[in-house]
């Protein structure tokens, strides 16, 4: 006592406490710990009490004990020396004629991860173990995997993990689900660990003949009991096709479950079995069960709502099929939260087909006039999807976007004018009577990815547009307060103008390439300037082909990720994983050591996702060539959302390469008899501009490859944006 | 698997928090408000469920409080958060309101709850009729010690044995909630049926029960056509006491019943539905100076039957001022908090419609930031007692029990609004004339 006594104070709250603790009378000590836990709970620091409510451990009555209990699990670890004073009362409980007691001891013994006591533990849990009580079962098979958790040797030498092998044949259905609760979290713990191989005694293999068992226990135990039955099932192996079908027909009632976890449950054990069932009519009929109870989920609070979104976005992704007929159901509700909202937009655009482009759109229309600006650009951001996904609406949502166009709302002007750009490149030449609306917006666009957009799609038309000159040189006098994006495109659009229409631009072309070489700060902008600039000189017919080519056409991507990570994430479903579309080994740490090395763990884990993503996008075999299409990376931190899912294929890849041959075939003399004509340049500007030249290129690398638009913008523009270009300097140097 | 779950106040201070396993430390509670702020300031949705520097934060929002749940693990996540949801019931219906008082009165049962209801971070017993029998707020007068009722690990997990009561009765609530969306221009864009049957059930001893509905597939199944329609569940979803694989195989509902009330299924159609009370509204808008409604409401179900207490919503701008209301029956009134104003109607019979005007003033200064005007849909609250939409009925309902009383069935049916019965306004003035009939 002294020891403590030292420590303590004489007056102040703790000295009051300590005085109550020990008092003569139940009641007062009773008040006192409870005002000790009220303490504990807001914050205050109440360790050193512990001698003095140690003492209280020992009472008839229950809720006393309880708070004690939950005292020491609190405080276990800062008194280590003194917990060995607890275990007798520990021990003793666990004999205790009342299951409550008995069940509470050997619950609480397990959190209390002080290494003297877990020593203590094991008699008497070998004890509960075997309990006549099933509550006490249940508790105490939980308590192995605590033991696990904290001496893993504890459990191998004393035969727990046996034990509970045996124990998945109680006669309790909820006892077997805690033991199937136990041997998957000891299997979890013991996989964490590096070192484990698969034939450790802690890895849980589901046999067929737990099988059976977890199968019988399903219909019997409470819903969280099923929850953990349903993760197990969907570890097992099936054998053949036929056990495959048999556990699919035993888990479909489950769909039944009010509890959405249990659903959720059914349908990761349904989608992974059913990749054995060659049985069409029989994945037909499983697909079909699948689709109510999915859409019912959507009738629970917002939260669970959006896991189930969340979830509901991969199976379409894998099964397009399975809510074909139920795009209505994702419609908004008013008063749904903004997350939910934007996952069922998502959803929406999937399930978009031709039969319900005209209800997708009015609804769309609808959230474009809604007030949470975010919600508004997503909801336009999906008519465009829309536009390029069905060809057959694209019209009706160009009409949408114009009638949004019309109300004159800055915001959504602008995101249109950007939606308009990917529908002119899925569609060209199609809607150009379009272009003279969006050009009378143009003072209205103060965001850089509008001015971008609409700059490209006067480029792009300009041989149509007869004041194209006029509205290009807008943005060429304010070139240099322009963001860089708007900087690239504005060069592009011009060089574009001038390859249409030589005869008017030429001062216009003249002047953005000398304000890009010589004003301009983004080695990119000059670096384009000066790619177009060479070009010009040398062979305006390979401009044309390089700066007019033609652009293979964008598409959707029907999936977000690549499909084996797809696969992977569909055995995961209602996990974190499923939830984030990310595999587990990008968020998670490694193991229990988690908190601790997670700094470690997250570049452990990224350089393993980049290893994995390189794989995959091998594996994929596409995209390979494309420098600039982001969008794929399975574990890529900004998720293609919006029309960042809009793929570029096979990007520019012919451009790049013309331009490549021509500079590397392009000998000396020809650049020379280029200048000499002077078909474009002045020749008062030439030296300046191609020492800048000359310069530009000495300070950038030999492979200057423009850092690609930002993934929302989903649409790399400009096919030169790609070029690689490989200049001998001392070409330039002889030059003059 | 929650590490550690911990309620907290809006400002993400924790009020009560309990650590099931050691792998979280509980200092990552408080960063989880900042976090979220961070995510909100980089322009993105603050999800449910988010992860940074390997923590998952999952959590819910009940009232002004959050109920948050750490995991570092891939974790079940609909699992963590329906838990948090169910804990959230549980303690309503320990505290009748959840809120940051009654957390701060309550603390030592929280604890216990939090102990039960979760071990080692994985769900045990959540029924909170079951709780309530060992975990009582008042366990000092108890001079018996209780124990574990079997119920917490029976296969019957939700009824205790040894009831009695000396009448034996049950009731039946059929309740039909029909949520639907009507577009500008008058059509039904999206519209569902959920529909619940809740029972009382006070009934001795461990009885069985077996419930009969005019469910189209088992009328099939067995054969039989019933006198009248049948109906198609499209979802349904039992309480945990009714046999799913019973179910599965031949349609039968049978079930040992909890002791008093529960709902014991629900289902959904996603047929469509003809709006059973129908509003439309004439706005007209004079920016600047007034604006005029003009709304028409029709209850378009059978004569014989009556909507009680209709309540329509018909939003305002949120700066107008002095209202003046004319209805032809029924009472108005304006409700300035919800920016609306209420039409109320005790009594509207079957077939009928009425009219009613609402005038408003409007400010002559209009603040320039909002050029997006807040159009929220006009919602409707009613309820239609005697008639369902689906047709639903109760066929029989089987009480057997060992000691073979006689047992009455009492069965009510009711339709009302779900949760989202909303007409969308006309975008501009007149935009959707009221035709006239």
Redesign the interface.
Known sequence: MNVFARAAPKKGENFELRADLNSEYRDKRKDAIKRVIANMTVGKDVSGLFPDVLKNMQTEDIEQKKLVYLYLINYAKTQPELVILAVNTFVKDSDDPNPLIRALAIRTMGCIRVEKIIDYLCDPLQKCLRDESPYVRKTAALCVAKLYDLKPELVLENGFLEQLHEMIGDSNPMVVANTITALSDIHATATALPSTSSSDPAVFHVTSSILSKLLIALNECSEWGRVALLSALARYEAQDEKESEHICERVVPQFQHVNGSVVLGAVRVVMIHMRNVRREELTKQLVRKMAPPLVTLLSSPPEVQWVALRNINLLLQKRPDILQNDIRVFFCKYNDPLYVKVEKLDIMIRLASENNVDALLSELKEYASEVDVDFVRRSIKAIGQTAVKIEAGAERCVNVLLDLISTRVSYVVQEAVVVMKDIFRKYPQTYEGVIPTLCANLEELDEPEAKASLIWIIGEYANKIDNADELLGIFVDTFTDEAYPVQLQTLTAVVKLFLYKPDTSQGIVQRILNTATKDCDSPDVRDRAYIYWRLLSTDPGAAKSVVLAHRPPIELPLTTVSPGLLNELLSEISSLASVYHKPAETFIGQGRAGAELIKKGDDLSDSRAATQKALQTVAAGQHTENLLDFDDEPGSDSQPTGLAATQILQQASPAANNLLMGTSTNPLDDLVSIFGSASMSAPADAPVASNSFGSGFGASPTLVASPPLPAQNGLVISPSTASAIQSPQEDLLGLF | ?ASLIAILDLKGK???QR???????SS?IERFLPLMLEIEEE?Q?????F?N????Y????HSNLYLLAL?????????I?????RLSQVLVEYFKELEEESIRDN??II??LL?EMV??G??????SKILQE?ITQE??KLEV????PMA????V?WRSEGIFYRKNEVFLDVIESVNL?V??NGNV??S?I?GAVKMKCYLSGMPELRLGLNDKVMLETAGRTSRGKSIEL???????CV???R??NDRTISFIPPDGEFELM?Y?L?QSVKPLVWVEAAIENYKGSRVEYMVKVRAQFKRRSTANNVEIYVPVPDDADSPKFRAATGTVHYAPDKSAFVWKIKQLAGGRDFLMRAHFGLPSVKSES????????ITVKFEIPYFTVSGIQVRYLKIVDKSGYQALPWVRYITQNGD?Y?L?TA?DKGAAPIVPM
Request: aromatic letters at 8%; hydrophobic letters at 30%; one cysteine or more.
């Open positions: 698997m924790p009020l009560i650590s099931y396993r050691d792998d979280v430390p990552y322009g949705q603050v999800t449910p469920c992860t520097e390997g923590i998952n999952m959590h819910i929002r995991s570092c693990r891939n974790s079940n996540a609909a699992e958060i329906l838990i948090l949801h603390f030592v604890y216990e102990d071990d080692f994985y769900p045990q017993t959540t029924e060992y366990s000092h010690q209780v124990r574990p917490a690990t029976n296969a997990s969306l577009n500008s864009v999206r569902e959920l499209e979802d349904v979803k039992f309480h945990q046999r799913l694989s179910f599965e629900s959904r996603s909002d050029s997006m005007e807040r159009r929220p849909p989202d909303s969308r975008l």
